[in-house]
């Protein structure tokens, strides 16, 4: 399975923006990059996920380098919500077997969000 | 809609003891895999079933154990309970084939003392 790796933690100000680095020097051409947070108490939540190309969505950005061996999520706008540890995972093909797959985490970044 | 449902949410067992976990998954999704979460790491990956079979199993003893039902809910078996267990249990569903991503429930904390 391949690996990522990120810093294992960050810190922002509320109302700017934060770039959560990640590392995946391994993954291959068909690897997912996905990113879920976990709030404090909660299961893990989707934020945004990616192959190739750049993607936007309601909740964040992420860059894809050109080489794929490393992702940025971009939180636009922190807010004291966003405080989680991000994980960034990457996603197997799918079993044509099964039609599965599976996601293995690494130890994630907390981000802490000052006020 | 309700999301992915866990229970019981907190519960303390005795060392030896066996432990059923219960998971239903979200309304659309057929496929669940569950995830043990020690304090301060990472979601370690169990297994996952598929149409009432075990596909995927990470690197855990044959003491856990699993089951999917035909409504696709599903139950995590841990038999013969060590302090080491201890830990949030996290069941995550999905739709087979779908390509989008999981939708975790809130965990059960398993206390073994």
């Known amino acids: 399975d391949a690996k990522t790796t990120q810093p294992n933690s960050m810190e922002s100000n509320e109302e700017e923006p934060v770039h959560l680095p990640c590392n995946h020097s391994t993954i291959s051409g068909t690897d997912y990059i996905h990113w879920y947070r976990q709030l404090p108490s909660q299961g893990p939540e989707y934020v945004i996920h990616?192959?190739?190309s750049n993607v936007n969505n309601r909740m964040a950005s992420l860059a894809i380098a050109e080489d794929r061996k490393s992702s940025t999520l971009i939180l636009h706008r922190a807010t004291l919500r966003d405080a989680a540890v991000y994980y960034c995972?990457?996603?197997?093909?799918?079993?044509?077997?099964?039609?599965?797959?599976?996601?293995?985490f690494g130890t994630g970044t907390r981000l802490k969000v000052l006020a | 809609d309700a999301g992915v449902t866990q229970s019981p949410t907190h519960l303390i067992k005795t060392r030896g003891q066996q432990v059923t976990l219960r998971c239903s998954p979200k309304?659309?999704?057929?496929?669940v895999s569950w995830y043990q979460q020690a304090l301060g790491q990472g979601p370690q990956f169990i297994f996952q079933y598929y149409e009432e079979e075990e596909r995927q199993r990470g690197n855990f003893p044959d003491r856990f154990s699993g089951h999917q039902f035909p409504n696709y809910s599903s139950e995590l078996n841990v038999n013969a309970l060590l302090l080491g267990d201890s830990a949030l249990y996290l069941c995550?569903?999905?739709?087979?084939?779908?390509?989008?991503?999981?939708?975790f429930g809130s965990g059960t904390r398993l206390t073994v003392v």
């Open positions: 990616g192959l190739t």
């Open positions: 995972i990457l996603r197997g093909p799918m079993f044509t077997t099964s039609g599965t797959y599976k996601y293995i």
């Open positions: 995550a569903s999905s739709r087979s084939g779908g390509g989008g991503g999981y939708t």
């Open positions: 309304s659309g999704h057929d496929t």
